[in-house]
T-cell receptor, first 113, second 114 residues
Framework: EPEVTQTPSHQVTQMGQEVILRCVPISNHLYFYWYRQILGQKVEFLVSFYNNEISEKSEIFDDQFSVERPDGSNFTLKIRSTKLEDSAMYFC???????????FGNGTRLTVT | AQSVTQPDIHITVSEGASLELRCNYSYGATPYLFWYVQSPGQGLQLLLKYFSGDTLVQGIKGFEAEFKRSQSSFNLRKPSVHWSDAAEYFCAVGATGGSYIPTFGRGTSLIVHP
């Protein structure tokens, strides 16, 4: 069964550094998402992406965040200048249609020190 | 905006016992409803979904859930729990009008005793 893959599985970075989290969605999917889960808290929506542009974003997704689909297979989340509170598990997801369930990757655990 | 409440942070059951995980949602119309499971070190796997039609939904791994509009609930059930069911379970709701993007509850951690 096709799956969403995320790399790396764990990323450690220093406060103020830029990080890029990478995702390869399911190949025939058109809708892409990033969610995050701070330890012990809810899974929170960050951003959705369709047709090479952001379709929706949450209040969490401020100017420090950006997304890109650079080459038709990868979908990346960039955090420009990381803060301690950015430490979380980041999940990428994709879906085949607007009413189709999301398929999630295994996540990237980001630790900001 | 829609929201989800999972009132139980932890649930402990014995292997072979029945299971019910609670989920209540807030949304003005009929929502899309989902249950996902997260095993340690894994991503979120879809167990089942409700979009419309029969309010009793069958999913993978022997799970089922029932949509009860009058109670704004979508509880997850399994008649006999296996040790491998120990995981984190997330209920999610999507809006049928406006943003479809699922909003998740905070999750219920299922512990299974042998």
């Amino acid at each position: 069964e096709p799956e969403v893959t995320q790399t790396p599985s764990h990323q450690v970075t220093q406060m103020g550094q830029e990080v890029i989290l990478r995702c390869v969605p399911i190949s025939n999917h058109l809708y892409f998402y990033w969610y995050r889960q701070i330890l012990g808290q809810k899974v929170e929506f960050l951003v959705s992406f369709y047709n090479n542009e952001i379709s929706e974003k949450s209040e969490i997704f401020d100017d420090q965040f950006s997304v890109e689909r650079p080459d038709g297979s990868n979908f990346t989340l960039k955090i420009r200048s990381t803060k301690l509170e950015d430490s979380a598990m980041y999940f990428c997801a994709s879906s085949g249609g607007v009413n189709s369930p999301l398929h999630f990757g295994n996540g990237t655990r980001l630790t900001v020190t | 905006a829609q929201s989800v409440t999972q009132p139980d942070i932890h649930i402990t059951v014995s292997e072979g016992a029945s299971l019910e995980l609670r989920c209540n949602y807030s949304y003005g119309a009929t929502p899309y409803l989902f249950w996902y499971v997260q095993s340690p070190g894994q991503g979120l796997q879809l167990l089942l979904k409700y979009f419309s039609g029969d309010t009793l939904v069958q999913g993978i791994k022997g799970f089922e859930a029932e949509f009860k509009r009058s109670q704004s609930s979508f509880n997850l059930r399994k008649p006999s729990v296996h040790w491998s069911d120990a995981a984190e379970y997330f209920c999610a709701v999507g809006a049928t009008g406006g943003s479809y993007i699922p909003t998740f509850g905070r999750g219920t951690s299922l512990i299974v005793h042998p």
